[in-house]
């Protein structure tokens, strides 16, 4: 490893791949030293304007002697096949969320990480963001009173959009859409918030979106002391972006589209705050930097990884049974 930077192979250069990479330019103590994708033309339209190598296959980026550690950024059924065969070459592992929608599979994921003594990093959630920070803050101090229910509604009319040769439009490779595109924003701030819930309701459903995905959802988790979490999420529905809290003295909601801001609603007085969109993959990517050069475990981690992979498991559980599904958190 350069002592003076950290060199990062992307795997996969699509769309999301781009905020990684505007980013990296950015970043400090790391630089693309290689990347791999399905289409050649993209691979090294990457490195001609981020530097690197453009290489023909994910052995030959692994085998690059000056990639350190990897960017996962392929589709989501592919994340977990890409980070074992990285751990396995010795690379250490950033993946975009959610890393994994199989609690099995994140297992795995964890368990070949702590083997080889490597990083895995789950990246490009809101647990950096100033108003997510404030939102938990808001609900900590008392501020709502003893918090009893948690919504959210993350959505946009994204189906009528999509390719027909999208990953995201394959049934088989994106059986749970709505909640692992749109809604997983909403599944990591509760998790950050308030935690695992005791049990997990949900359904999903095809209104008229050309695509084999389904195209909306919605989920209600139960906490052990009566807390409730509901989350409605689609891929048809005009655009939201929010998640409130409420207990008997307020409200706190944060409002992503609403210039990022948290609004508090309390008795006799309403505050609205806005807050400047931090350069959260940025903040991430240095995160990971200095994970690897301390070995410290990283803030979005094994324990994230297998939470909100564990949410998955119940909501698919869920909707395939017709009942409550038991959720069994990560205990280490």
């Given amino acids: 490893m350069n002592k003076n930077s950290v060199g ?4 996969g250069c699509g769309g999301y791949a781009r905020l990684n990479l505007d980013a990296l330019a950015r970043a400090q103590g790391l630089h693309l030293a290689g990347a791999y994708d399905l289409d050649p033309a993209r691979s090294r339209a990457t490195c001609d304007q981020f530097g690197g190598r453009a290489v023909a296959s994910l052995a030959e980026l692994l085998g690059l002697p000056g990639v350190d550690a990897v960017i996962v950024s392929t589709p989501n059924r592919q994340h977990c096949a890409d980070t074992l065969a990285s751990l396995d070459a010795g690379k250490h592992v950033f993946v ?10 994140a297992r795995r994921m964890i368990a070949r990480a702590r083997s080889a003594g490597r990083v895995l990093m789950a990246g490009a959630n809101h647990r950096k963001n100033p108003a997510v920070l404030a939102l938990q803050r808001a609900v900590a101090s008392g501020a709502i009173g003893l918090p009893h229910s948690m919504q959210a509604s993350v959505s946009s009319p994204t189906a009528y959009k999509l390719a027909a040769d999208s990953w995201r439009a394959d049934a088989q490779g994106a059986p749970l859409l709505p909640f692992s595109q749109m809604g ?8 950050m918030i308030w935690g ?21 959802g919605t989920m209600i988790a139960k906490y052990s002391d009566g807390r409730l979490f509901s989350l409605a999420c689609s891929y048809i529905a005009y655009k939201s972006y929010w998640i409130t809290v409420a207990g008997p ?7 992503r589209i609403d210039g990022n801001c948290l609004r508090i609603d309390a008795d006799p007085t309403v505050a609205r705050t806005p807050y400047e969109s931090k350069d959260e993959q940025l903040d991430e990517l240095h995160e990971l930097r200095d994970c690897i050069l301390s070995g410290q475990e990283p803030s979005v981690g094994a324990e994230c ?11 698919g559980e869920s909707i395939a049974s017709g009942r409550a599904t038991a959720f069994v958190p990560w205990s280490g």
């Fill in 8 to 11: 990062l192979g992307l795997i």
């Fill in 96 to 105: 975009n969320i959610p890393a994994t929608i199989s609690a099995d599979e």
């Fill in 184 to 191: 997983i924003i909403a599944l990591e701030v509760a998790l």
């Fill in 196 to 216: 695992p819930p005791a049990q997990v309701s949900a359904f999903i459903a095809k209104r008229d979106g050309p695509t084999a995905t389904p195209d909306h």
């Fill in 249 to 255: 003295k307020g409200t706190a909601t944060w409002d």
């Fill in 305 to 315: 990884i297998y939470n909100l992979a564990e949410f998955y498991r119940t909501i």
